[in-house]
Nanobody, 125 residues
Framework: QVQLVESGGGLVQAGGSLRLSCGASGRTFSMSAMAWFRQAPGKEREFVAVIQWNGAGTRYADSVKGRFIISRDNAKNTGYLQMNSLEPEDTAVYYC??????????????????WGQGTQVTVSS
C-alpha cells in the first residue's frame, strides 16, 4: 500500500501562484507514476497532470499547459504541482494519485491505484 497526503492548497487571487505537494509513504518503491486530478463543485473529476516516477515523461491537460508544472523528488518521495497564472476556473479540490507497476502517463482516473484526501484550491477574481 501507498499512502498519499496533499498539502499547499489555499485561497489566492487570480494571477497568483500556489505549489501543491503530495507526500508518499509505505511501499513507495512500487510507484511508477504520480498524477494530479481536480474536481470542481458540480463537475466530474478531471485530469490535470502526470509524471512518470522515473522522470522520463510528463503530460498535461490542455487547460493548464504552460501554466502548471509537475515535478517530483524521489529522495523525498514527494510530488509537486506548481500552479502559476491561476484563474478562477482552477478552483477545485486537487487530488494526487499514484500508479503501481507499469509506467504510464494515463489521463484516466481509474488507472491509478492510490489517492490522497484532496486539498482545496480557491482562486478569487
Amino acid at each position: 500500500q501507498v499512502q498519499l497526503v496533499e498539502s499547499g492548497g489555499g485561497l489566492v487571487q487570480a494571477g497568483g501562484s500556489l505549489r501543491l505537494s503530495c507526500g508518499a509513504s509505505g511501499r513507495t518503491f512500487s510507484m511508477s507514476a504520480m498524477a494530479w486530478f481536480r474536481q470542481a463543485p458540480g463537475k466530474e473529476r478531471e485530469f490535470v497532470a502526470v509524471i512518470q516516477w522515473n522522470g522520463a515523461g510528463t503530460r498535461y491537460a490542455d487547460s493548464v499547459k504552460g501554466r502548471f508544472i509537475i515535478s517530483r523528488d524521489n529522495a523525498k518521495n514527494t510530488g509537486y504541482l506548481q500552479m502559476n497564472s491561476l484563474e478562477p476556473e482552477d478552483t477545485a479540490v486537487y487530488y494526487c494519485a499514484a500508479k503501481r507497476g507499469i509506467v504510464t502517463t494515463s489521463t484516466t482516473d481509474r488507472t491509478y491505484d492510490y489517492w490522497g484526501q484532496g486539498t482545496q484550491v480557491t482562486v478569487s477574481s
